[in-house]
């Protein structure tokens, strides 16, 4: 698919929600992002809501296990032929790397050697990810950003374009959302020949047969004419106003303790009352302990990580 570049999550907690729900909250799915720097913050590892992290694209699931023959014919991100580790120790891997806005939370991002996918990849993968240890400076190439992949798509030289491009060919990824960017191009146009043409363009660009300037430029007209036909808020979902930093994170502080103790009521494991007395930091720092244990244990299902967590909490304090 040429340019597209596919960002990756984990969901670490679901429950059954209304037909009608948009999936705003983390009450009904929460998934833990490697969000993008922005003008005005940095990089950084949080819970979000589903609708949060899909940003009005669709959403897809990464699936580990698969033979030679079906990696070598999906797109590069989308599926992996190493076998993933149990759910609770990759759930438990993402959480415990969640920012509180203490010192140390911080993780340079960067997009070919510490990205969303590489995040993905070692919660579900441990150290077969390429990195021990997701809150360190070790880095790794994902599945997508690969020495051999860029190299096919000729992106060696023009690698650092890539990054203004992750927004455009995550919403044109899927054919539908091409269409209806493509579509909305022709009914925003005030004339025909400009409008079918603007339209080739876009699907040039879900193809990934554009250039990094050319496709950019393809994005800002994309813009103008959903804005025109009153499209904006369906196509380009407008940001939700953001949170104070110290809002932020009393936020994060709040979901990790909820998520991680929804996660032991799953497991289930009975974790002692002193437990349940430890603030975000301590449960953030008990959940970096758990993923040691189970790592060391080397669980093959969610039932050994159940006995390994007992286990665990049997020799506490």
């Not at 699931?61 to 032929?81: D, I, N, P």
């Not at 936020?251 to 998520?259: D, E």
Request: a neutral charge; hydrophobic letters at 40%; proline letters at 4%.
């Amino acid at each position: 698919m040429g340019w597209t570049y596919n960002l990756h999550g984990i969901v670490v907690h679901t429950q059954p929600c209304a037909e009608d729900c948009v999936h705003d909250n983390l009450n009904c799915c929460a998934v833990v992002r490697f969000k993008l720097p922005g003008d005005r913050e940095p990089a950084r590892i949080e819970l979000c809501s589903l609708a949060a992290f899909a940003q009005g694209r669709e959403v897809h699931t990464c699936r580990y296990g698969v033979t030679h023959a079906e990696f070598l014919l999906y797109r590069s991100g989308t599926c992996s032929t190493q076998s993933e580790d149990p759910k609770p120790l990759t759930v438990l891997r993402a959480l415990s790397v969640v920012n509180l806005g203490d010192v140390g939370d911080e993780v340079e991002y960067n997009l070919l050697s510490k990205n969303s996918e590489l995040l993905a990849r070692w919660c579900k993968l441990g150290e077969a990810s390429g990195v021990r240890r997701f809150l360190s400076t070790e880095t790794a190439r994902s599945l997508q950003t690969s020495h051999g992949r860029l190299i096919r798509l000729g992106l060696v030289a023009a690698a650092a374009s890539a990054g203004t491009l992750a927004f455009a060919k995550g919403a044109l990824s899927s054919g539908l959302g091409a269409s209806a960017l493509a579509d909305a191009a022709v009914a925003g146009s005030s004339a025909t020949s400009a409008a079918l043409k603007l339209k080739g363009t876009f699907l040039q660009l879900a193809r990934g047969s554009l250039t990094p300037s050319r496709a950019q430029q393809a994005l800002f007209h994309a813009r103008d004419a959903a804005e025109r036909m009153g499209l904006r808020q369906v196509v380009f979902p407008q940001p939700q106003p953001s949170l104070s930093s110290e809002e932020h994170f009393k936020f994060q502080r709040h979901f990790l303790v909820a998520c991680i103790e929804v996660w032991l009521a799953e497991l289930p494991a009975h974790a002692p009352e002193e437990v349940r007395r430890l603030d975000s930091a301590s449960y953030r720092q008990m959940a970096e302990i758990l993923v040691d244990v189970l790592e060391a244990g080397e669980p093959s299902n969610s039932r050994q990580c159940a006995e390994l967590v007992e286990n665990f909490f049997q020799t506490w304090g």
